[in-house]
């Protein structure tokens, strides 16, 4: 089993990285917010998990920053009907907190609000899901921040940007309404 891999970054594109550890190149398949994150000719140790396909296919090795978030993608490959892609797209579309919190309550028009998902999906999602999430950490975030996250995704920012700028208003201003945290994630640029 691959659990993890340290190399220089030598490409970066949307949803894949190729990685150079030591006279090995390899291709992983990440989240977006991944391949937004790092950069070429960087250094970066990323999580594994090689999936071996059912049927005919070639395995894929699939790349995350957190250990979190790689289980999280382990867990969703165990819904049925899921799959890798619609559970990479999931982690491409919420971090990781939100998504588990997304998950608990719920919530159905939010899941189906990422491509591929729909809502009787979005329904097994939910029901195969809760025994899981009894292991991960259960971040609170607010309803605030989920309102203020979407529009700031709905205004073009990257899900992973759009986490990245809450945290930091929720730090300045931790009850803000979401308006509020909306203004101070667009004013840290």
Known sequence: MIYAIQGKLIRVAPHQIWIQVGGF??????????????SHQSEALLYTLLHLPREEGEPVLYGFLGEEERRLFIQLLRVRNLGPQKALALISHFPTELLVQVIRAGDVSALTSVKGIGK???????????????????????????????????LGLTPQEAHTRLQAALKEEPEAPAEKLVQLALKSS
């Open 25 to 38: 190149v390899f291709w992983l398949r990440v989240p977006l917010s991944v391949s937004q994150t790092l």
């Open 120 to 154: 009787k999906l979005a329904q097994q999602l939910i029901l195969d899901m809760q025994p899981a999430l009894q292991h991960f950490a259960s971040h609170s975030l607010s309803p605030q921040y989920a309102e203020a996250y979407e529009a700031l995704v709905t």
